[in-house]
């Protein structure tokens, strides 16, 4: 069995759609892969509290770490309160953390890492979320390199590459095909925004617990 | 000289004018090619340098004097290092009448490190400055910023107070937020000009020639 811990913030006041959807398309992604625990915090839930309590539950196993919601350079967070900070990240030692948030990569990460966190894939910088009507393209996008890893049982780096190539794919569909130039930009941002650090051979093998 | 957004040619300089005459050859040739509206006279530093620092959301040329007669005015190399500290984008054209020899090597070394466009002597026969404007102008018109500025000037006005770039962090911008935020260097300005450059080199990387085919 794996571990899979998803915060996301349905609650958010302008990207609450956005990150169910993400959450949603994570879960019919993974729907073919029997082997999964899937434990998600939504909305008013997602507080450090409430995260802690859910790793202890998982007495100690590894586990993947997904955060669906905004981001800085030290914290995931929604309106009301911080889900993870830097400063209070020993739970997460076990984890492998994955997050489409805006910057988490310039500090977070690091320190995920230097705690001991199996891999990290991040942001380094602001993301975009402009366009409704492609916002499955970018979540579709982003979910890719989970999808891949959790699937297809593959390395996460080759997960990883798998998610580029993806963002490279529908970047000349929508500028080439659809003339849209302004959500391929966006796309091109939002790809080389991601960044991986730490164990790039980490397979879904690694993360069996009994 | 047919631009889609004309460039403001900012010329900032105490002794252009000639006061017994009323005229200022070079002030008539620069209003003749650039548009009488598009050319603006200073003759006090620190008036020109605010009117630069306002106006920053626009293209601007600026022909700046390196010394001027009244020791109460900013000197010439202090309005340009305040231009810098405010943006890169305004082209600085430093004239000085004297011998380019005689500034000091810590100055050129301050005027090259934070891109003076031009250093040039300041003579009667002003083509020479007129030829170091047009090439600026040239310039400013192909960079990135004066390209959005040319997109946008194409959209009717309420479209341009339109959100066309939202961040995760909900933060919002319109074309002309974009605009300012470009001119201004801003991080958001700097990756929308980033990824648009990187679109153009993705596309035209996949370009391929059909003479063949």
């Known amino acids: 069995m794996i571990d899979v811990i998803v915060g996301y913030d349905d609650n958010d006041s302008e990207l609450g759609g956005y990150f169910e959807l ?23 839930d997602c507080t450090q509290e409430v995260l802690k309590e859910t790793v202890d539950s998982l007495d100690q196993n590894r586990f993947v770490f997904v955060g669906l919601l905004h981001g800085n350079d030290e914290q995931l967070l929604t309106d009301n309160d911080v889900f993870v900070d830097v400063e209070d990240i020993d739970h997460l030692s076990n984890s492998f953390f994955f997050s489409p948030s805006c910057s ?4 977070l990460g ?25 916002y499955d393209i970018y979540i579709k996008c982003e979910t890719e390199c989970l999808r891949c890893f959790l699937v297809t049982g593959v390395s996460i780096e080759s997960s990883y590459n798998q ?48 | 000289m047919k631009q889609i957004v004309p460039t403001k040619i900012v010329v900032i300089h105490d002794d ?31 008036k020109g ?3 630069v620092l306002q106006n920053l959301g626009q293209k601007m040329v600026v022909l700046l004097d390196r010394n001027f007669h009244d020791g109460k005015e900013i000197d010439g190399i202090e309005v340009f290092e305040k231009i810098r500290e405010e943006t890169s984008l305004v082209y600085v054209i430093l004239v000085t009448v004297s011998k380019i020899s005689d500034i000091d090597g810590n100055v050129l070394k301050k005027l090259i490190n934070k891109d003076l466009f031009k250093l040039e002597s300041f003579t009667a026969d002003y083509t ?30 309420e479209k341009r107070n339109q959100v066309i770039l939202k961040t995760k962090e909900g933060q919002s911008y319109t074309m002309n937020d974009l605009l300012e935020s470009i001119r201004r260097q801003t991080e958001i300005g700097t990756e929308f000009e980033k990824n648009l450059l990187k679109l153009a080199i993705e596309l035209f990387s996949r370009q391929k020639l059909k003479i063949d085919d």
């Open chain 2, 49 to 51: 340098l605010d009117y």
């Open chain 1, 104 to 107: 988490t990569a310039n500090k």
């Open chain 1, 110 to 134: 690091s320190e995920l890492i230097d705690k001991g966190c199996l891999c990290f894939i991040g942001c380094i910088r602001e993301t975009y979320a402009t366009y409704e009507d492609y």
């Open chain 1, 22 to 44: 993400s959450f949603k398309e994570f879960e019919d992604a993974c729907s073919s892969v029997n082997d999964l625990n899937v434990t998600s915090i939504a909305g008013l």
């Open chain 2, 16 to 46: 252009i004018f000639d006061e017994e005459n009323n005229t200022s050859p070079i002030m008539v040739a620069l209003k003749l090619k650039y548009g009488d509206e598009n050319v603006l006279l200073f003759r006090h530093s620190q």
């Open chain 2, 128 to 157: 020479k400055i007129i030829e170091l404007i047009d090439e600026a102008v040239r310039i400013l018109d192909v960079r990135v910023d004066a390209v959005i500025e040319d997109w946008i000037v194409r959209h009717p006005i």
């Open chain 1, 163 to 210: 998610m580029m190539s993806l963002f490279d794919e529908q970047i000349a569909l929508l500028s080439e095909e659809n003339d849209e130039i302004l959500v391929a930009m966006e796309l091109i941002g939002n790809r080389d925004s991601f960044v991986i650090m730490g164990n790039r051979e980490l397979r879904k093998s690694d993360l069996v617990s009994s």
